[in-house]
């Protein structure tokens, strides 16, 4: 006759044993390169369609993170990758970085929609720029 206690025991260990190892390979170890080539694949789409946005070689500051410079329409911003994530400075080092997460593609769709419109924001006032200076405009709002 079996003790079904010992069962019990048995059978929970086997259990918790499959549940931790289930549980380790379910989370996913993203390679820091995907991430690059990500980024890299946004930017290289707006230079095709000659949008003023450009970047430096990649750089890598510490172990498993890699940096590089970010020039849109002359303004630079550091962009930094770890894993899955990129944080992108838009208002400088000292600032909080936005992170973007490369494994949604609706973080990596925001990121993309924020340099297309910096991108834009650029482009326009590159074409818009005056031949000669002109004194102020005053702009006049109906009254409602």
């Not at 086997?14 to 289930?22: G, M």
């Not at 290289?44 to 172990?63: F, G, H, K, R, Y």
Request: hydrophobic share 40%; charged share 25%.
């Amino acid at each position: 006759m079996e003790n079904y206690g010992e069962a019990y025991k048995r059978e929970l260990e086997r259990a918790k044993l499959e549940a931790k190892a289930n549980k380790r390979a379910l989370k996913p170890t993203f390679d820091v390169q995907k991430t690059i080539e990500k980024f890299q694949q946004i930017v290289e789409d707006l230079q095709n369609v000659s949008a003023p946005i450009s970047m430096q070689p990649v750089t890598q500051p510490a172990p498993s993170t890699f940096a590089l410079i970010m020039n849109i329409g002359g303004t630079d911003y550091e962009v930094v990758f770890f894993n899955d994530t990129i944080k992108v400075f838009w208002r400088g080092r000292d600032k909080t970085p936005m992170v973007y997460d490369a494994l949604s593609p609706s973080r990596t769709n925001a990121l993309a929609r924020v340099i297309i419109e910096r991108a834009v924001s650029s482009a326009l006032t590159e074409n818009n720029k005056p031949a000669r200076s002109s004194g102020p405009r005053v702009v006049k709002f109906p009254q409602s």
